[in-house]
């Protein structure tokens, strides 16, 4: 599950370049063709135009820099966007559109936002994450509402989150576990509005919880807590956004399926929530229910969760894995966990980096 943000870190986008996969392939989302899996990064074709790339459960979206959207892997639900419920081994252009801005990946749907602002969903909604007011699966992208002023959008499990440009911040979709933070445990086939607040800036989706950042760098969390993903000392289920801490450095922030991870503006990575594989980097496969600093460096750049693994990106250019690698979701060649960040080759182009449930996608 991708955490991206408008299609760069903190709003910038990311130059064109190769697009690379790795880890589980069973339904074809590494993209190269074969339904094999990869412990090493493999090229996804030879193109150099791949601008923003974002993973869902076992499905991979991606933005070309001529603003065209691509997918592939899993389908069942019509989460491709290409008009049917058939598997995709390598990436299929979705549409004919040119003005793709940012798209994200929840389990079994795809949301993404057009360079005029609206709003665009398909795939799975039996709890009515695509926001269109129903709970009819879509294999072809559905407009959500007719708002033109969408900015980021992040998909969870079975829901939706969202900012606006006016600094809102919108929910939709599964509920049981509080996870819209709209104080209730109802689920929501259209974009409700979370408070009335207007400094919301960036947003990302776990399995059933939510994470939030606002524009004073105050982290916020909500939704399922019994890891300790919410990191707020507890593991007390939020259905109202709750601060983790009181620090006010947050710059970007990702989820796993049960964990949650994020980057300071001082270059330092933390994270907090389920533990088991290691994903949370800090040696141990204890749970955390307060960030733990992962290392002690201040070069990490961008950050990504997988489903029980985590990808992330250096200032200078490498990329590190750790977690859960039984699939080659780790990159390096084994598929053995770690618990603690590993360097993946040697390379320092490595530019934007995403999630699936067992498999990885970067952008050098």
Known sequence: MSRLISGGVNGSFYRGYGLWAWGYNTYGQLGDGTI???????????????????????????????????????????????????????PIQVGSLTNWKQVAGGRYHTVAVKTDGTLWACGYNAYGQLGDGTVVRK?????????????????????????????????????????????????KSSPIQVGSLTNWSQVAGGGNHTVAIKTDGTLWTWGYNAQGQLGDGTITYKSSPVQVGTLTNW?????????????????????????????????????????????????????AGGGEHIVAVKTDGTLWTWGRGGEGQLGGGTTASKSSPV?????????????????????K
């Open 36 to 90: 094999v899996r990869k412990s090493s990064p493999v090229q996804v074709g030879s193109l150099t135009t791949w601008s923003q790339v974002a993973g869902g459960h076992y499905h991979t979206v991606a933005v070309k820099t001529d603003g065209t959207l691509w997918a592939c892997g899993y389908n069942n639900n019509g989460q491709l966007g290409d008009g049917t419920v058939a598997n995709k081994s390598s």
């Open 251 to 303: 710059s970007q922030v990702a989820c796993g399926q049960f964990y949650t991870i994020a980057v300071k503006t001082d270059g330092t990575l933390w994270a907090c929530g389920y533990n088991f594989y290691g994903q949370l980097g800090d040696g141990t496969v204890a749970n955390k229910s307060s960030p733990v600093q992962i290392g002690s460096l201040t070069n990490w750049k961008q950050v």
């Open 343 to 363: 360097q993946v080759g040697t390379l320092t182009n490595w530019s934007q980096v995403a999630g699936g449930q067992l498999h990885t996608v970067a952008i």
């Open 139 to 187: 294999s072809s992208p559905v407009q959500v509402g007719s708002l033109t002023n969408w900015k980021q959008v992040a998909g969870g499990g079975y829901h939706t989150v969202a900012v606006k440009t006016d600094g809102t911040l919108w929910v939709w979709g599964q509920n049981n576990s509080g996870e819209l933070g709209d104080g209730t445990i109802v689920r």
